[in-house]
């Protein structure tokens, strides 16, 4: 590493520091606060899949934080819809890993909202640095006697220069079964960087609406609206065929986020426009998968698997940028 000797201690331009959180549904939940010298800051939960639960960049909010506020898995209700009194948002939930969207009954297995691996604490998680980077390094154990046995390993590289990091996940088989795998990565714009006035770019080659409901404002989906009070989620798959990309970015703060991510890797984007009171939040959200559910991703013939000792890797580049 190199040395500096204008400062006495290297947290003075960046660096990462553990904390816990006292009080409320998410006492004692461990988190990683990462700050760089590009004015990025990032809250990392390790109690929750080393997802980002915060993401601000040179002091204005980027993330979308539900109503729940932090929630420890302790009080993560499993069953159908019970997600959603756990869900934080946050800058990053990740859904997976072997059901993600919709609750289904598929081959007999009751597959709840979005999986589990979102509420599952990390077994090990630390981070170290180079003269160009922070890691945080997690290890995530998704197994159970009798049933899958998978792990993942999650790389959350933070450049120390720039506004840009990336999240890399490796999932391996870790049984004598072949498993299905699923992962979605449910990232979640909000206020400040989401508004009426936000451009939002997604420049696929194929736009299909989820239903009927979304099919009526087809030709609108990039645009934002205020907070409109009982509004219906809207939802469109965007298809790539090579490199997916996804930007917004807001005018009135003059910043913006893009990310970039391998379309054959990640063969599916889902646009979850979400412009409710209070619960007004833009998903932009690649994956492996669609989010109707594992039950109809076996139906189309689409579901992915795992054989014993396999593995595969996914990742999404992210920068945030200012005008």
């Known amino acids: 590493m190199k ?3 204008y400062i006495g201690h290297a947290s003075q331009l960046c660096g990462i520091e553990e904390v816990r959180l006292v009080g409320g549904k998410g006492d004692g939940m461990r988190l990683l606060q990462v700050r760089n010298a590009a004015g990025l800051e990032m809250t990392v939960s390790a109690d929750r899949c080393a997802d980002i639960s915060r993401l601000v960049f040179k002091g204005d909010n980027f993330g979308y934080f539900s109503p729940n506020g932090y929630v420890a898995p302790a009080y993560y209700d499993q069953p159908g819809a019970g997600f959603l009194k756990s869900f934080t948002a ?6 997976g890993l072997t059901a993600v969207g919709s609750p289904c009954t598929d081959e007999g ?7 589990t691996i979102g509420n599952t604490p990390c077994e090990r998680i630390w981070w170290t640095e180079d003269d160009d980077n922070l890691y945080i390094h997690a290890q995530i154990n998704d197994s159970g006697i009798f049933a899958r046995k998978l792990h993942m390993s999650r790389l959350i590289t933070v450049s120390k220069a720039s506004a840009r990091f990336s999240i ?5 088989n870790r049984g004598d079964a072949a ?5 979605l990565y449910h990232m979640n714009m909000g206020y400040l960087l989401l508004s009426e006035n936000s451009v939002v770019e997604i420049p696929s080659e194929k736009v299909t609406p989820r239903n009927d409901h979304a099919a009526e404002d087809l030709d609108t989906w990039h645009k934002m609206l205020p907070p409109t009070a009982n509004f219906e989620e809207q939802c469109y798959f965007h298809s790539f065929s090579e490199n997916g990309f996804a930007s917004i970015y807001n005018p009135d703060i003059n910043k913006g986020l893009a990310m970039r991510y391998d379309a ?3 063969g599916y984007f889902t646009e979850w426009k979400m412009m409710g009171y209070r619960d007004y939040v833009l998903g932009l959200e690649p994956g492996n998968c669609h989010p109707d559910g594992r039950d109809v991703m076996r139906r189309e013939g689409k579901l992915q698997f795992l054989q014993p000792g396999e593995s595969c890797t996914f990742r999404v580049d992210l920068d945030c940028y200012e005008k």
Do not use: A, Q, R, Y
């Open 264 to 266: 054959k890797n990640l």
């Open 3 to 5: 040395i500096n000797p």
């Open 90 to 95: 946050g800058f990053l939930t990740t859904c």
């Open 179 to 183: 498993s299905p795998v699923m992962i």
């Open 168 to 172: 890399e996940d490796t999932v391996e």
């Open 109 to 115: 297995e009751e597959l709840p909202l979005h999986g």
